[in-house]
């Protein structure tokens, strides 16, 4: 299980002043990185056949066909739906655990009993969604081997907090897309940390010698971005192309959001969902709230999320986890 780090006393999410703060400068000249074609396709095929030959990985992938199955489940009844999720005993459990908590509020002492209830009381949109996630999320947490797996599975759930809330307010339909993007937004970096373990700390010593982004960094050194190999095996598991899409990162942060199209939204969603999330907790209050003072400018035409409303949304996905740490799975620290 995962130990979630709690933000110490120095964070202070809560009395962050921005009145005073200086808006950063967060989009520089970046170093252009080209990528050698055979190189992305051996390193892609290299990862593929480590994909076919892990076992976890291949019960995944069959997993992942009732995740499509529930996910597409656009004109079924709720009673088949149900059937899918209630083929998964130990997801089930947990999700009549979660629909319970006050994540999604108090509907009775008696609570909800069963799958088709909770449909019925909270919609068999949020039901699908929250059998999907759980189902990501215990595989991304169940296969991970080392700290740093275990670290990216937690950020993957605290992402699709973040979006799906950004998605309520914003009164987004397609809520099957942003939640399920977000997840697997990093998807590409989890495998390569995974399965090519040296390619990956090689990677990370590149982005900090020479001050590249994540995405180029591995173009550097495998010819082929994370973005671009995580979405390789979403298609490869025939995740539907609303979320393959929004998994692509953005580039063009002048684009304002009257312009957007729904695919451009959803991308600017998931992306702003990662860079908050990626932010470092134990940091000192100041320096946090400089680096969501950045996120906020960052985005600032795109999707117009001011720096308190950020604070807030990252304060909620570090609360749900947190509250929900003992049904999801994760071991919060005694300290918490």
């Not at 180029?216 to 609303?242: C, H």
Request: hydrophobic share 40%; with cysteine.
């Amino acid at each position: 299980m995962t130990n979630i780090t709690p933000p110490h006393a120095g964070i202070e999410l809560d009395v962050l002043d921005f009145s005073k703060a200086t808006k950063l400068s967060v989009l520089r000249d970046e170093p252009k990185v080209v990528p050698d074609k055979n190189d992305a396709k051996n390193f892609i095929k290299s990862i593929y056949k480590k994909i076919l030959g892990n076992d976890s990985f291949l019960s995944f992938s069959a997993q992942i066909n009732d995740v499509n199955k529930i996910l597409q489940m656009k004109y079924s009844s709720a009673n088949d739906i149900a059937n899918v999720i209630l083929k998964d005993v130990a997801l089930t459990t947990k999700l009549l655990k979660l629909v319970n908590s006050s994540f999604y509020g108090h509907f009775s002492k008696k609570g909800i009993q069963t799958v088709s209830e909770a449909m019925i009381i909270l919609g068999t949109e949020e039901i699908k969604l929250a059998a999907a996630s759980l189902k990501l999320y215990e595989f991304m947490q169940d296969i991970a081997t080392v700290k740093v797996l275990k670290d990216k599975a937690l950020k993957s759930l605290q992402r699709s907090l973040v979006a799906r809330q950004i998605a309520k307010e914003e009164g987004i339909n397609d809520a099957e897309a942003i939640q399920i993007s977000a997840m697997l937004y990093d998807f590409g970096e989890y495998l390569v940390a995974l399965f090519s373990p040296g390619v990956y700390i090689d990677i990370e010593i590149l982005i900090d010698e020479k001050k590249l982004t994540r995405d180029q960094a591995s173009k550097s050194i495998t010819g082929v971005s994370y973005g671009a190999l995580g979405r390789f095996i979403a298609s490869k598991w025939k995740l539907p192309d609303s979320i393959i899409l929004a998994m692509k990162p953005v580039e063009n942060f002048d684009l304002a959001k009257t312009k957007m199209t729904n695919d451009n939204y959803l991308q600017y969603i998931c992306s702003f969902s990662n860079d908050l999330c990626n932010i470092e907790v134990s940091m000192e209050g100041k320096s946090i709230g400089g680096k969501i003072v950045g996120i906020s400018d960052k985005y600032d035409k795109c999707l117009q999320i001011e720096a308190p409303r950020a604070v807030d949304l990252l304060k909620m996905s570090l609360q749900n986890i947190k509250k929900h740490a003992s049904i999801l799975g994760v071991r919060v620290h005694p300290s918490n």
